[in-house]
Structures are given as structure tokens and as C-alpha cells.
């Protein structure tokens, strides 16, 4: 967004103190540089909308000039009309947006209202994300210069309200092409999700996980929880239920536990079950969540999820160092759909490289790990990954631009074991 008119586009910022940054772009088109500017004002003071601002420009009064829109904490969609110029954009009192039937649009905690031709009619709507996770959507009856807007809707996947879980913040796009606007959604568990517009369909199955055990759970030992799919559609569906685990790094652990299932017409599946927590996880906060819907291509119908606190108490290892899911049937132990690699390894590829090279690393136990760059004489240059990591394979990007041509040793330490890659680097 060019927020000056010099050709370059600029960032506008919303804080949790209820301010909004202007950052300048003082580079160029192809090169932009950002740098802080001041903060927004409103009648000559600091915008402040208490906390969780939320901005979004548009022309709102369709005079030519662009106006503000400010989500915030306490729900609302502020707007603030310019009656400045395009090149210095100057705003006057804040003022609450309406229903074309009167009463302050409010969308419950820490909206985030964007407005854009959602239903393709021509005319601007009002869409706003907000903090249980919920996507709502005043339609405009009116025109674009005098806004008529009905009272908001919850958008739905199928008969299903939007659910991204917590404090959902979205964008309008035409994402697959087809004439009509589709929503990409972020939220709270770092995920971004995807909602295609498409003909309704009939409800599919839900799935709900309820936690049994206590909030403190101590490595080495369980959680139980139990978890209930219902089929309310009026024939037989077949589908996969599955689980993972937030960390408390917000990286992702799973599938924990993947099933295929069928369930007869207004049918369910009800199953206590136990979550073994290793004792060489990190301790904090673990969010556990279930899906129903098509694993493979990542379609969720439903999802659930719980949460818990690992604390720093371990008791004496039971299992590994795996999480793993059982109870389904006679105690069935279902293990993580990924092939878990035997040994430790570090690679780099390409190798020589000019400037980035990507380090590919494995490990068959989650545990704590370190990479670190060297040069030849011993000295430290970069702390590439300091951190907890899951079993399993990763790989970080290592960008050596400042660094000049020569040999450096990439050194990988967890727990007992140390690796060390000659790399090059060519310029």
C-alpha cells in the first residue's frame, strides 16, 4: 500500500498497545526498505484503540481519498475518514460503523474488519475475523458511497461456522482462479488454512476432544482424553480422524494417531484414550488437536483441541520418547504415520555453494539440538538452531552473503552426539 504516493508501497501496523506504525519504504521497487516513520494520528493525537489494533485502508466514502479502519480489542470496526490528501493523509474523530438498522457493528473481541466485493455484486462488503476464531460478514445493501450494511453472519464452511480456533485474522483472494473470492486464514496456532468458496454440502462429520486427565502432566507419563465423532448426515461416511501436537515452540509433532473410519448414517465414535507425554519434551504449554476429513490432501471437516501443561517434574520413562496415542482397541498402540530415520545425520546440499545452501539434519529421538557455523581456525560465526526438534528429519536455509569465499564447519550437537560438514562457499 502506497501510503505517501511516491510510487512505493509502504506498511501500516497495528501494536498491542493500540497504536498504528507507519513504516516509510525509503528504498526502491525492487528493492524496498522500510523504516519507522511516526505513529498514525487522529484530530492531531496518536490513534489509540486501547489495544490489538487491526488496520486496514480503503477509499470508505468513495471520495478518492483513502480512510482507515481500525479493529480492536474491544470488538468494533473503527473509522477514521481522511480529510487530508492522498500524499498526507489527515483524519478526523474516530467513529464506530453501523448496521443499516442502526447499533455499533461488534464483532465480539479483537476484530480485524477488511472490506472487499465478497459476494460479487459490485459492492463492498464488511468481513472481520475476531478472537474465538470466527469469520463474520456484513453484507452491503446499499452502494459503495453510502454503505447499507445487514447484520453480521458467521461464514460457514458447509453448515459448519469457520473455526480457525483463536483470534482469526484473514485476507480476500481468488485463490484458485475461478471468479470468486476465496479466504486464506491465520490465527493463533501459527497455521495458515484455506477456504475455497464452493457449493454447500451436507453436514459433515464433527469431531469434539475433551480432556480427562489434569491440566499438569508430567513427562513419562499420561494424558487422558476422550474424543466423540458424530455423523449427522443421514448416510454412511467414510473418513480419516487424526491428531497432532502444537509445541511449545508452536512447530507441529504428528500425525500422533491416524485412522481411517466409517460411521453409519447418525452414527458416532466414542473412545476414551490416553496421550503419552515424553519425558524429553520441553515443558510449557502443548495444544492437542483432532481432525476428521481427508488426511492426505489436508481437507478438514472438523477439529477440536485441547490443552495442557507439561511440567518440569519427569517421572521415571515408560515409553520412550515418542508420543503416542492408545486406547482405540484393546489398547492398540497407533503410532505416527511418518517413517522415523535410524541415525543421526547432518547434510548440506549444494555443497560448495553461492550464498545460501540448505542443512538437512535427522534424528531418530526428539531431544535438544544445536548447529552452529565455524571457520577453519574454531571461531563461533552463527547459531543457526539452538532449540528442542522433534524426531524425524528437518532442514534449515543458511544464508553466508556476508560471509567471504572459503571453508566453514557446520557442527550439529544433541545429546551425546556431535557431527561436523565441511562446506564451501564460492564467490
Known amino acids: 500500500m502506497d501510503w505517501n504516493e511516491d510510487g512505493l508501497q509502504d506498511l501500516l501496523v497495528g501494536e498491542n498497545a493500540g497504536t498504528v506504525r507507519y513504516f516509510r519504504n525509503i528504498g526502491t ?21 486501547g489495544s490489538y489494533s487491526q488496520p486496514w485502508v480503503n477509499d470508505w466514502n468513495e471520495d478518492g481519498m483513502k480512510d482507515l479502519l481500525v479493529g480492536s480489542s474491544d470488538g468494533f470496526a473503527n473509522l477514521y475518514i481522511n480529510v487530508g490528501t492522498n500524499e498526507q493523509p489527515r483524519f478526523n474523530s474516530e467513529i464506530h460503523i453501523t448496521y443499516a438498522t442502526g447499533g455499533q457493528i461488534d464483532f465480539g473481541s479483537r476484530s480485524g474488519p477488511i472490506v472487499i466485493d465478497l459476494n460479487g455484486d459490485g459492492v463492498k462488503d464488511l468481513i472481520s475475523g475476531e478472537y474465538s476464531g470466527k469469520i463474520y460478514y456484513c453484507q452491503n445493501n446499499g452502494t459503495n458511497d453510502n454503505p447499507q450494511l445487514a447484520n453480521m453472519v458467521a461464514l460457514k464452511t458447509g453448515t459448519l461456522d469457520i473455526d480457525h480456533g483463536s483470534t482469526a485474522r484473514i485476507a480476500i483472494v481468488d485463490w484458485d482462479d475461478d471468479g470468486v473470492m476465496d479466504i486464506a486464514s491465520g490465527g493463533y496456532d501459527s497455521r495458515l488454512r484455506l477456504y475455497l468458496q464452493a457449493e454447500t454440502t451436507e453436514p459433515a462429520p464433527t469431531v469434539v476432544l475433551t480432556r480427562l486427565s489434569g491440566y499438569s502432566i508430567p513427562g513419562g507419563s499420561y494424558c487422558d482424553y ?3 465423532i ?5 448416510s454412511s461416511v467414510t473418513y480419516d480422524g487424526w491428531t497432532d501436537i502444537q509445541l511449545p515452540d508452536d512447530s507441529f509433532y504428528g500425525p500422533i494417531m491416524l485412522r481411517e473410519l466409517t460411521t453409519p448414517a447418525y452414527g458416532n465414535v ?5 496421550l503419552y507425554v515424553p519425558p524429553g519434551a520441553p515443558n510449557g504449554y502443548y495444544y492437542y488437536y483432532g481432525y476428521v476429513g481427508d488426511e492426505s490432501s489436508l481437507q478438514v471437516y472438523s477439529s477440536s483441541y485441547f490443552y495442557f501443561y507439561k511440567t518440569a517434574l519427569d517421572n521415571v520413562p515408560s515409553g520412550g520418547n515418542e508420543w503416542i496415542s492408545t486406547g482405540w482397541e484393546d489398547d492398540e498402540i497407533m503410532d505416527p504415520s511418518v517413517q522415523l530415520p535410524a541415525s543421526i545425520s547432518l547434510t548440506a546440499s549444494p555443497n560448495p555453494f553461492n550464498p545460501t545452501t540448505t542443512l538437512r539434519f535427522s534424528q531418530p529421538d526428539p531431544g535438544h539440538v544445536m548447529i552452529s557455523v565455524f571457520d577453519v581456525s574454531g571461531r563461533k560465526l552463527n547459531q543457526l538452531v539452538d532449540g528442542f526438534r522433534n524426531a524425524g528429519s528437518h532442514e534449515i536455509t543458511w544464508d553466508a552473503s556476508s560471509l567471504p569465499a572459503g571453508v566453514y564447519l557446520v557442527d550439529l550437537q544433541t545429546g551425546q552426539t556431535r557431527l561436523t560438514e565441511k562446506v564451501v562457499l564460492l564467490k
Open 29 to 49: 521497487v525492487g528493492n524496498p526498505s522500510l523504516t519507522f516513520d511516526s505513529y498514525l494520528q487522529s484530530g492531531g493525537i496518536n490513534i489509540d484503540i
Open 270 to 274: 466414542n473412545h476414551d484414550l490416553s
Open 226 to 228: 476422550n474424543v466423540l
Open 230 to 234: 458424530n455423523n449427522q448426515t443421514a
